[in-house]
Protein backbone atom coordinates (compact mmCIF):
# COMPACT_ATOMS: atom_id res chain seq x y z
CA UNK A 1 0.00 0.00 0.00
CA UNK A 2 1.12 3.66 -0.73
CA UNK A 3 -0.81 6.66 0.87
CA UNK A 4 -0.02 9.98 -0.37
CA UNK A 5 -0.74 12.92 1.70
CA UNK A 6 -1.27 16.31 -0.10
CA UNK A 7 -0.93 20.09 1.25
CA UNK A 8 -0.70 23.67 -0.04
CA UNK A 9 -3.96 24.23 -2.02
CA UNK A 10 -6.40 27.67 -1.67
CA UNK A 11 -8.10 30.27 -2.86
CA UNK A 12 -5.88 32.95 -5.10
CA UNK A 13 -6.31 35.81 -7.06
CA UNK A 14 -5.77 35.35 -10.94
CA UNK A 15 -1.96 35.74 -11.45
CA UNK A 16 -1.21 34.67 -8.40
CA UNK A 17 0.75 31.27 -7.60
CA UNK A 18 0.37 28.54 -4.65
CA UNK A 19 2.53 25.75 -4.39
CA UNK A 20 1.42 21.57 -3.89
CA UNK A 21 3.36 19.34 -2.01
CA UNK A 22 2.45 15.33 -1.83
CA UNK A 23 4.55 13.46 0.48
CA UNK A 24 4.09 9.26 -0.48
CA UNK A 25 4.34 6.73 2.35
CA UNK A 26 4.33 2.64 2.69
CA UNK A 27 5.70 0.62 0.28
CA UNK A 28 6.99 2.90 -2.54
CA UNK A 29 8.31 1.90 -6.09
CA UNK A 30 11.62 3.57 -6.32
CA UNK A 31 10.98 3.13 -10.18
CA UNK A 32 7.49 5.16 -9.74
CA UNK A 33 5.99 8.07 -12.08
CA UNK A 34 4.73 10.99 -9.19
CA UNK A 35 2.18 14.11 -10.51
CA UNK A 36 -0.55 15.78 -10.58
CA UNK A 37 -3.60 15.93 -12.22
CA UNK A 38 -6.81 17.48 -11.83
CA UNK A 39 -10.37 18.07 -12.34
CA UNK A 40 -12.69 20.56 -12.29
CA UNK A 41 -16.43 20.20 -12.15
CA UNK A 42 -18.41 18.90 -15.07
CA UNK A 43 -15.20 17.78 -16.41
CA UNK A 44 -13.16 14.96 -16.31
CA UNK A 45 -10.03 14.12 -14.32
CA UNK A 46 -6.80 15.23 -16.49
CA UNK A 47 -3.71 15.90 -16.90
CA UNK A 48 -1.56 18.42 -14.76
CA UNK A 49 1.79 16.74 -14.61
CA UNK A 50 4.45 14.11 -13.50
CA UNK A 51 7.95 13.04 -13.38
CA UNK A 52 9.61 9.91 -13.62
CA UNK A 53 12.41 8.67 -11.66
CA UNK A 54 14.31 9.46 -13.75
CA UNK A 55 13.32 12.83 -14.26
CA UNK A 56 11.47 12.78 -17.31
CA UNK A 57 8.34 15.10 -16.77
CA UNK A 58 5.22 15.53 -18.82
CA UNK A 59 2.76 18.39 -18.52
CA UNK A 60 -0.56 19.24 -19.75
CA UNK A 61 -0.85 21.25 -23.02
CA UNK A 62 -2.74 24.51 -20.43
CA UNK A 63 -0.10 24.52 -18.14
CA UNK A 64 3.37 24.51 -19.84
CA UNK A 65 5.02 27.41 -19.18
CA UNK A 66 3.59 28.10 -15.69
CA UNK A 67 3.83 25.02 -13.85
CA UNK A 68 6.84 22.95 -12.82
CA UNK A 69 7.28 19.68 -11.37
CA UNK A 70 9.57 18.73 -9.00
CA UNK A 71 10.62 15.71 -6.95
CA UNK A 72 12.69 14.49 -4.20
CA UNK A 73 13.67 11.12 -3.59
CA UNK A 74 15.14 11.04 -0.88
CA UNK A 75 11.62 12.18 0.83
CA UNK A 76 9.45 10.86 -1.75
CA UNK A 77 7.69 13.93 -2.10
CA UNK A 78 6.60 15.86 -5.49
CA UNK A 79 5.87 19.33 -5.64
CA UNK A 80 3.97 21.41 -8.15
CA UNK A 81 5.22 25.14 -8.31
CA UNK A 82 1.99 26.97 -10.13
CA UNK A 83 2.59 30.37 -11.58
CA UNK A 84 0.50 33.01 -13.48
CA UNK A 85 -3.07 31.21 -12.01
CA UNK A 86 -5.75 31.75 -13.67
CA UNK A 87 -10.03 31.00 -12.71
CA UNK A 88 -9.81 28.06 -15.33
CA UNK A 89 -7.22 26.26 -13.15
CA UNK A 90 -9.62 26.16 -10.30
CA UNK A 91 -10.01 22.68 -9.78
CA UNK A 92 -9.48 20.02 -7.12
CA UNK A 93 -5.72 18.40 -7.39
CA UNK A 94 -4.93 14.87 -7.02
CA UNK A 95 -1.46 13.52 -6.17
CA UNK A 96 -0.70 10.07 -7.89
CA UNK A 97 1.93 7.74 -7.86
CA UNK A 98 2.19 5.04 -10.64
CA UNK A 99 4.80 2.40 -10.08
CA UNK A 100 4.88 -1.67 -9.74
CA UNK A 101 3.31 -1.63 -6.81
CA UNK A 102 0.42 -0.04 -8.36
CA UNK A 103 -1.32 3.24 -9.12
CA UNK A 104 -2.35 5.38 -5.94
CA UNK A 105 -4.26 8.67 -5.67
CA UNK A 106 -4.47 11.60 -2.94
CA UNK A 107 -7.46 12.58 -1.43
CA UNK A 108 -7.21 15.86 -3.58
CA UNK A 109 -6.66 19.32 -2.47
CA UNK A 110 -9.01 22.07 -3.69
CA UNK A 111 -7.53 25.20 -6.03
CA UNK A 112 -9.13 28.60 -6.46
CA UNK A 113 -8.37 31.12 -8.51
CA UNK A 114 -10.67 34.38 -8.61
CA UNK A 115 -10.47 36.31 -11.16
Known amino acids: QVQLTESGGGLVQAGGSLRLSCVAS????????MGWYRQAPGKQRELVAT???????DYGDSVKGRFTISRDGAINTVSLQMNNLKPEDTAVYYC?????????WGQGTQVTVSS
Open 96 to 104: NSLGREGDY
Open 26 to 33: GRIDVMNT
Open 51 to 57: MSSSGVT
